[in-house]
Nanobody, 124 residues
Framework: QEQLVESGGGLVQAGDSLRLSCAAS????????MGWFRQAPEKEREFVAA????????FYADSVKGRFTISRDNAKNTVYLQMNSLKPEDTAVYYC?????????????????WGQGTQVTVSS
């Protein structure tokens, strides 16, 4: 079975940067695409970014375009989320997700495996 473990979260000031990592282990060969979601206090879990296996196809939520960058290193079974120009509204628990099917999506139902999340807090 596949396991996803996020790391890299923390407390930063507005305008700062963070890089999140998601390490996958187990049956990772079935993960054709990876994604990041986040859930802020009192809000629903929302899509942030997704990337295909090769990295040739990438989706971003409008709220993070130009600020966040998703990437992956398949040799390390790791996906990254570089977050620049962080805003207080970026404060959330960030979750890594893996898709076990062909294709690339941007909805919760498009992904099949989830990590436990890492907290990102951005102060004003």
């Amino acid at each position: 079975q596949e396991q996803l473990v996020e790391s890299g979260g923390g407390l930063v000031q507005a305008g700062d940067s963070l890089r999140l990592s998601c390490a996958a282990s187990g049956r990772t060969f079935s993960s054709y695409a990876m994604g990041w979601f986040r859930q802020a206090p009192e809000k629903e879990r929302e899509f942030v970014a997704a990337i295909s296996w090769s990295g040739s196809s990438i989706f971003y939520a409008d709220s993070v375009k130009g600020r966040f960058t998703i990437s992956r290193d398949n040799a390390k079974n790791t996906v990254y989320l570089q977050m620049n120009s962080l805003k207080p509204e970026d404060t959330a628990v960030y979750y890594c997700a893996a898709r076990r099917r062909y294709g690339l999506g941007r909805y919760i139902t498009d992904f099949d495996s989830w990590g436990q999340g890492t907290q990102v807090t951005v102060s004003s």
